[in-house]
């Protein structure tokens, strides 16, 4: 009787994520690891190749008994083994959309550092992209080998204690530090030479496994980083699975092509199962399908991703970032497995919605909804700027698309400035948020963004030019000569007195106006308003003609306020 396939050993995979700056020796420390290399290991890339730098994500495995605290926690057939899918992400800062795109399915990330040079710019880059997307660190400094042997020991502990203190304010503060030198001597090294403290690290990664959140079910959504023919047997996407499961014969979409194709067969590293579930690492055959149609993307259950043209999400800017976030600046967005430009709208609760205690936790305890008002904001508040405490106040931002991007709900939305100088050592991840709204169609514009109600405030100040009557005022300077006066009638106005009005409508040709004050003038507006020559403002509650002398007092102040919503086609003015 043959076994089945699933009969046999029973493995857990854990995927770390091997993160640094460029040329710290990420790709040799993976290659010390593995045993078994799956295939998209080690670099297709010609290009980098030539360099020794890896230019999209290298995957390999290694397989080592599975530790006691994880041993029985595989439910009625306890784990046997453990497998590492070490998920080598490139260091080049070009490439950081690639790293994005891949921390999410990292469960562990092993951060590289080179000994003599310390941390960098990517270095910070890549501890950001771990604390957004992945709950455990180790770090890694790599080649003790060009250390002089005689300071060795407390080189390895300056550098120790030095990167305590940077990961102090992160969430991976006190996390393991860990010595090796991974090729020694360097890349034209012989091969004979052995790595060294490469044992005492997978130790320490086996200490820091733990069950990782798997959950089969739901929608399938495969992240595909590789995809090559096989004569004669169809076209194998390999990928890691993360969310749902899937099994021979189930029909899955390759949304981005609108295509739907069935699994023939499919594979955990190099050995054939029957399916594979969130967090798994599987090659999965199709037929008829041109590998060259699809080098990454993702794959899903049919019909449940969703093309969008802009988005909603909420924001939070990244503390590194060093410039403004304005509103209609453009930005890249990672999103799903993609990366595109965006136009970016900024808005928050109205001022009086938000709760500024500075006590207050971070947590965002306001769902968006269309049902709200919100306030619209020039640029992202931060209160950092403004060296005030606590979390800065909840906010959510409009992404408006170049091209449409293809992506699961609520997925991590990470906005950067990818198009500045790789060399300035700044951070060009700019903030981060969740997708909580999605508009699937062409024309959004035209018939779902006049619900979303972000308001600007306007205000506007005029002059009282003359009385002419206990219940109404001429004004002046509050319009210009050519605004359409029919467009206020109606709205409420104050006087720096304190009497309150309506625009009743314009006055003449030069952009005055008439107000009535309902409750009447009071003696000392009056009083303030009379002419020093008395003689020329006309009798009281007489006709007022327009060309008069201006009258020599005291001016009285007129104050229009209203709103306008951003998307109202009309460009409707509102009062409250």
């Given at each position: 009787?043959?076994?089945?396939?699933?009969?046999?050993?029973?493995?857990?995979?854990?995927?770390?994520?091997?993160?640094?700056?460029?040329?710290?020796?990420?790709?040799?420390?993976?290659?010390?690891?593995?045993?078994?290399?799956?295939?998209?290991?080690?670099?297709?890339?010609?290009?980098?190749?030539?360099?020794?730098?890896?230019?999209?994500?290298?995957?390999?495995?290694?397989?080592?008994?599975?530790?006691?605290h994880?041993?029985?926690?595989?439910?009625?057939?306890?784990?046997?083994?453990?497998?590492?899918?070490?998920?080598?992400?490139?260091?080049?800062?070009?490439?950081?959309?690639?790293?994005?795109?891949?921390?999410?399915?990292?469960?562990?990330?092993?951060?590289?550092?080179?000994?003599v040079?310390?941390?960098?710019?990517?270095?910070?880059?890549?501890?950001?992209?771990?604390?957004?997307?992945?709950?455990?660190?180790?770090v890694?400094?790599?080649?003790?080998?060009?250390?002089?042997?005689?300071?060795?020991?407390?080189?390895?502990?300056?550098m120790?204690?030095?990167?305590?203190?940077?990961?102090?304010?992160?969430?991976?503060?006190?996390?393991?530090?860990?010595?090796v030198?991974?090729?020694?001597?360097?890349?034209?090294?012989?091969?004979?030479?052995?790595?060294?403290?490469?044992?005492?690290?997978?130790?320490?990664?086996?200490?820091?496994?733990?069950?990782?959140?798997?959950?089969?079910?739901?929608?399938?959504?495969?992240?595909?980083?590789?995809?090559?023919?096989?004569?004669?047997?169809?076209?194998?996407?390999?990928?890691?699975?993360?969310?749902?499961?899937?099994?021979?014969?189930?029909?899955?979409?390759?949304p981005?092509?609108?295509?739907?194709?069935?699994?023939?067969?499919?594979?955990?590293?190099?050995?054939?199962?029957?399916?594979?579930?969130?967090?798994?690492?599987?090659?999965?055959?199709?037929t008829?399908?041109?590998?060259?149609?699809?080098?990454?993307?993702?794959?899903?259950?049919?019909?449940?991703?969703?093309?969008?043209?802009?988005?909603?999400?909420?924001?939070?800017?990244?503390?590194?970032?060093?410039?403004?976030?304005?509103?209609?600046?453009?930005?890249?967005?990672?999103?799903?497995?993609?990366?595109?430009?965006?136009?970016?709208?900024?808005?928050?609760?109205?001022?009086?919605?938000?709760?500024?205690?500075?006590?207050?936790?971070?947590?965002?305890?306001?769902?968006?909804?269309?049902?709200?008002?919100?306030?619209?904001?020039?640029?992202?508040?931060?209160?950092?700027?403004?060296?005030a405490?606590?979390?800065?106040?909840?906010?959510?931002?409009l992404?408006?698309?170049?091209?449409?991007?293809?992506?699961?709900?609520?997925?991590?939305?990470?906005?950067?400035?990818?198009?500045?100088?790789?060399?300035?050592?700044?951070?060009r991840?700019?903030?981060?948020?969740?997708?909580?709204?999605?508009?699937?169609?062409?024309?959004?514009?035209?018939?779902?963004?006049?619900?979303?109600?972000?308001?600007?405030?306007?205000?506007?100040?005029?002059?009282?030019?003359?009385?002419?009557?206990?219940?109404?005022?001429?004004?002046?300077?509050?319009?210009k000569?050519?605004?359409?006066?029919?467009?206020?009638?109606?709205?409420?106005?104050?006087?720096?007195?304190?009497?309150?009005?309506?625009?009743?409508?314009?006055?003449?040709?030069?952009?005055?106006f008439?107000?009535?004050?309902?409750?009447?003038?009071?003696?000392?507006?009056?009083?303030?308003?009379?002419?020093?020559?008395?003689?020329?403002?006309?009798?009281?509650?007489?006709?007022?003609?327009?060309?008069?002398?201006?009258?020599?007092s005291?001016?009285?102040?007129?104050?229009?306020?209203?709103?306008?919503?951003?998307?109202?086609?009309?460009?409707?003015?509102?009062?409250?």
């Open positions: 009787m043959t076994e089945s396939p699933d009969s046999r050993a029973k493995t857990l995979n854990f995927n770390v994520g091997v993160l640094g700056h460029v040329d710290s020796g990420k790709t040799s420390l993976a290659r010390a690891l593995s045993s078994t290399a799956s295939t998209a290991a080690f670099d297709k890339n010609p290009q980098s190749r030539e360099r020794g730098i890896t230019l999209d994500l290298g995957f390999s495995s290694f397989t080592v008994d599975c530790p006691d994880l041993r029985d926690s595989g439910g009625q057939q306890p784990y046997d083994s453990l497998q590492f899918t070490l998920v080598d992400c490139p260091g080049h800062a070009s490439l950081i959309r690639t790293i994005i795109g891949g921390a999410q399915i990292i469960d562990l990330m092993m951060l590289v550092v080179d000994v040079k310390g941390v960098q710019t990517q270095t910070a880059e890549c501890l950001l992209i771990g604390e957004l997307t992945c709950p455990r660190m180790v890694v400094l790599n080649k003790i080998d060009l250390l002089p042997p005689n300071k060795r020991q407390s080189a390895i502990e300056k120790t204690k030095r990167l305590h203190k940077t990961l102090e304010s992160t969430r991976f503060k006190e996390c393991p530090v860990i010595a030198a991974a090729k020694p001597g360097g890349p034209e090294a012989p091969e004979t030479e052995e790595p060294q403290g490469v044992p005492a690290l997978i130790e320490l990664l086996k200490q820091q496994t733990y069950l990782p959140k798997r959950d089969a079910k739901g929608d399938l959504l495969m992240a595909v980083d590789h995809c090559f023919s096989i004569r004669g047997q169809g076209t194998v996407m390999t990928g890691t699975i993360l969310q749902g499961s899937l099994a021979i014969n189930d029909t899955v979409e390759i981005v092509l609108k295509v739907t194709k069935k699994i023939k067969s499919v594979q955990m590293f190099r050995k054939p199962v029957s399916g594979a579930m969130q967090g798994d690492r599987v090659g999965v055959c199709v008829q399908f041109d590998p060259k149609l699809l080098e990454r993307g993702l794959v899903c259950t049919p019909g449940s991703l969703r093309t969008l043209y802009a988005a909603i999400i909420s924001t939070r800017k990244i503390g590194y970032f060093k410039g403004s976030l304005a509103t209609r600046a453009k930005f890249h967005i990672t999103v799903g497995h993609e990366t595109v430009m965006a136009k970016v709208t900024f808005f928050g609760l109205p001022p009086a919605d938000t709760k500024p205690t500075p006590s207050e936790p971070s947590s965002l305890e306001t769902p968006f909804t269309f049902e709200r008002e919100y306030s619209y904001q020039d640029e992202y508040v931060s209160r950092q700027k403004e060296a405490l606590g979390p800065d106040p909840e906010q959510w931002a992404l408006e698309f170049e091209r449409p991007v293809t992506c699961p709900a609520l997925c991590l939305v990470i906005g950067s400035k990818l198009d500045t100088d790789i060399h300035a050592n700044a951070c991840l700019a903030f981060q948020g969740r997708l909580l709204h999605g508009f699937e169609d062409k024309s959004y514009a035209e018939t779902s963004l006049p619900q979303l109600r972000i308001f600007k405030t306007k205000h506007k100040e005029g002059q009282v030019e003359r009385v002419t009557d206990d219940y109404s005022v001429i004004g002046r300077s509050l319009f000569k050519e605004t359409n006066l029919q467009l206020f009638v109606g709205l409420k106005v104050t006087l720096s007195t304190g009497e309150s009005g309506v625009i009743e409508g314009g006055f003449g040709q030069s952009g005055k008439k107000i009535r004050i309902q409750e009447g003038l009071r003696p000392e507006t009056k009083q303030l308003l009379s002419s020093k020559k008395k003689g020329k403002s006309g009798s009281k509650g007489g006709p007022a003609s327009e060309e008069e002398p201006k009258t020599e005291q001016p009285v102040g007129i104050h229009l306020h209203f709103k306008r919503y951003v998307f109202d086609p009309h460009k409707k003015m509102v009062q409250s």
